[in-house]
């Protein structure tokens, strides 16, 4: 029993944030029904989630209903089903579901309590809303990009986590979630609009604090965060393998340089001092290429340093520390992170694995109360 059981929610399959959120609604026990196509569609990319069977992680714990959304019969069942859930998620441009039938008026028209939630790159309205882009065009233009990566080169993030997934589907999961409280309290429901430019705008608001207190300049790799200062940055060692410090404070600074044997080197005195940090910087370089990763790790790891290796996705399955908590799990052969945040109370479970498209057409629109010629029709199981 999921702390979310009883909530049911539709997702119209797509790809982007909105099954990464219709997935973290899943694994904390809401009712995910998934509409999507019967199959592929050749013309998306190998992201596309109809097209990658149980590899589709994000698609775990979901029920899967394939309906021809160009179909007005099949509208109407979506529209049936809409009747009866909580809150819909969607991650088309805007207008799409409009065109569709589906937008937010007509089903809200049908339940006055449903949470529709659409999340898209540059948002329902603004110069650029209707424009193509991905996940690294949204962070460029909300600031987020700016100071990633060495200063010297073209920024870069990593691959979707800071738009698509933090700045699009945290955001979405959170309006989702306030929403369905909201409705609770007053009966209305009402249209989430979460852009991922929005966003992650939104997760600059530690360094936009520091920047208008004169604490983070302009210039990349200048500032504590990235990559300007040595103690808080990633390292390469002698087996070509990498490791990271981050030691903000006073007292773990301390530490790690006592660790290195740096207590007494001058450019490390002054934490704060930027005039010594390129030269912190190149002694830092020079001393972890000195040994290998795992002898950084034996003196380092799991000391008040602040200290991790850096390690790939196999390697952070087997890391001792994820093992001993189940961050990892292995489903069907297929290795995934478990549900996150925990409950003390209310486990959030992984569910049933990806389901095929239309897996489960049958049983929902039993539940809808359709008459099995219908659902054959619905389900192109014969001719209309």
Not at 120 to 142: E, K, R, V
């Amino acid at each position: 029993m999921g702390v979310l059981d009883g909530i049911k929610v539709i997702e119209v399959g797509g790809i982007g944030p909105a099954p990464f959120c219709g997935m973290m609604l899943a694994d904390m026990g809401a009712d995910v029904t998934l509409v999507q196509r019967r199959t592929g569609n050749p013309d998306l990319s190998a992201a596309d989630p109809a097209t990658m069977g149980k590899y589709a992680i994000f698609n775990r714990g979901k029920k899967s209903l394939a309906l021809d959304l160009k179909e007005q019969d099949a509208i109407n069942a979506v529209l049936d089903l809409v009747e009866s859930s909580d809150a819909l998620i969607e991650g088309f441009r805007p207008g799409v579901m409009e065109r569709l039938g589906l937008g937010p008026d007509i089903c809200l028209e049908r339940n006055p309590q449903l949470v529709y939630g659409r999340v898209t790159g540059w948002g329902q309205f603004g110069p650029l809303a209707h424009a193509a882009g991905h996940d690294i065009n949204y962070i460029a233009l909300s600031g987020a990009l700016y100071h990633a990566g060495n200063g010297s080169e073209p920024p870069f993030a990593p691959p979707t986590l800071v738009g698509d997934l933090g700045g699009g589907a945290m955001m979405l999961l959170n309006g989702i979630l306030a929403g369905i409280l909201n409705a609770g309290r007053t009966g209305k429901g009402q249209v989430i609009d979460a852009a991922i430019s929005d966003g992650s705008a939104l997760l600059n608001t530690l360094l936009m604090s520091f920047h208008q207190m004169g604490a983070w300049s302009n210039n990349r790799s200048d500032n504590m965060f990235d990559g300007g200062s040595p103690w808080y940055n990633s390292y390469e060692c002698a087996d070509g393998n990498f490791i990271s410090v981050g030691a903000v404070e006073s007292g773990f600074y301390r530490l790690l340089l006592k660790k290195c044997g740096l207590d007494d080197d001058p450019d490390f005195k002054q934490q704060f001092d930027k005039a010594a940090w390129t030269r912190g910087k190149r002694k830092l370089e020079i001393l972890f290429k000195t040994r290998m990763r795992s002898e950084w790790c034996e003196l380092l790891e799991g000391t008040d340093a602040c200290f991790a290796p850096v390690l790939n996705l196999e390697e952070a399955a087997e890391h001792p520390h994820n093992r001993d908590r189940g961050t990892f799990v292995e489903v069907d052969g297929v290795l995934q992170a478990a549900p996150a945040p925990r409950f003390s109370e209310t486990h959030s479970t992984l569910g049933r694995p990806p389901p095929a498209p239309g897996a489960d057409s049958e049983a929902v629109l039993q539940e809808l109360g359709y008459e099995r010629e219908r659902i054959k029709q619905l389900c192109g199981l014969i001719d209309a």
